[in-house]
């Protein structure tokens, strides 16, 4: 019994809701009074809600402070040519969903092809008749609802692609940059270094010690670790500046228009940030998390994007022999050779 009392009362509440859809806003545009009355009079008693156009008001800022459904442009207007009006509230952006019915006299094809090229969705002829007036925008109304629910759900459907993008090139742990993203926008900054004619340089960095200290303390707190790493150097680098997890602890940095020395200094910012930081569960025993990096520039030091990251690469494994903790550049690899 619980269960068919509570059935009705759902389809009584989705009924109201439904009836309460089919009540619009009407914006009423009309210099002649009879019919002005008259049809404000028919809508009322519907339920409706009139708001009703004076000569000198302005019917696009109408429209959109009332919350338009249907705007009713009464034909011929004396202060405004209605055809005008029509096509002003379909070329604006906020008032072109806006359904709008023309009443006139004399509905003819002239009328019909004049009235459809401004942008006009029905037509009634006057002396308007009530059922039909009200049938029309019913059915105006609903028509409205639908295209407003169908931009909601195009919206979501945006919002939701918007995500799965995001997921496909975002690194799950860390929350930045994948590999697969990495290599991607490495390339395209070596194409816009070699349009635009400025430097682009690679910093590959990596956790010192991480791999003991994962196996010491376990893959849940080396994954806090990762966490706090790659979020201290994303709030530490310019919002043009491209961070990548590139592999495991290892983490890539492209810095467009941004020379050697420049990228060596951004790089010993990123170790001196690291090193004060405080990492939640690290042990004192392990003397902190830092991390060592190593530094090349495009065109600087290589030819394409392949030997910028084997010269990156390489200058990591020189800071690392350096004593971790350190900065190598390119300049290293070569002074080593």
């Known amino acids: 019994m619980s269960t068919t009392i509570i059935n009705r009362a759902a389809a009584a509440s989705a009924f109201s809701s439904l009836l309460k859809r089919e009540k619009g806003i009407i914006l009423l545009v009309s210099d002649v009074h009879n019919s002005r009355l008259l049809i404000r009079t028919h809508l009322s008693s519907a339920g409706h809600r009139v708001v009703v156009w004076h000569p000198g008001d302005n019917v696009i800022t109408m429209a959109q402070e009332h919350q338009t459904d249907i705007v009713i442009l009464d034909m011929p207007l004396l202060h405004e040519d209605g055809y005008v009006l029509c096509r002003l509230l379909k070329k604006n952006p906020k008032t072109e969903l806006i359904p709008v019915v023309l009443l006139t006299e004399y509905f003819h094809e002239e009328t019909a092809d004049l009235g459809y090229s401004a942008g006009a969705d029905d037509f009634l002829n006057k002396p308007v008749n009530r059922l039909e007036l009200?049938?029309?925008?019913?059915?105006?109304i609903r028509i409205k609802h639908l295209y407003e629910a169908l931009e909601e759900k195009i919206l979501e459907l945006e919002n939701t692609q918007n995500r799965l993008q995001e997921l496909v090139i975002r690194d799950e742990l860390s929350g930045v940059y994948n590999y697969r993203f990495f290599q991607q926008q490495l390339h395209q900054e070596i194409l816009r270094s070699l349009r635009f004619e400025y430097p682009v340089s690679l910093i590959i960095m990596d956790i010192d010690n991480f791999?003991?200290?994962?196996?010491?303390f376990g893959h849940p707190q080396g994954d806090k670790i990762i966490k706090r790493f790659a979020s201290l150097i994303k709030d530490n680098i310019r919002k043009v500046d491209i961070l990548s997890r590139y592999g495991g602890d290892e983490f890539a940095l492209i810095l467009p228009n941004t020379s050697r020395q420049a990228a060596i200094s951004v790089?010993?910012?990123?170790?001196?940030?690291?090193?004060h930081a405080y990492f939640p569960g690290a042990k004192r025993a392990q003397k902190g998390i830092t991390l060592s990096a190593g530094v090349a520039s495009y065109p600087a030091d290589a030819m394409d994007a392949e030997e910028l990251l084997?010269?990156?690469?390489?200058?990591?494994?020189m800071a690392k022999e350096k004593g971790k903790n350190q900065i190598a550049s390119v300049d290293s690899v070569h002074d080593s050779n």
């Open 134 to 140: 009200l049938a029309r925008i019913r059915s105006l």
């Open 267 to 275: 790089a010993d910012k990123l170790r001196s940030v690291v090193e």
């Open 211 to 216: 791999k003991k200290y994962n196996d010491q």
């Open 310 to 317: 084997q010269l990156s690469d390489i200058a990591l494994y």
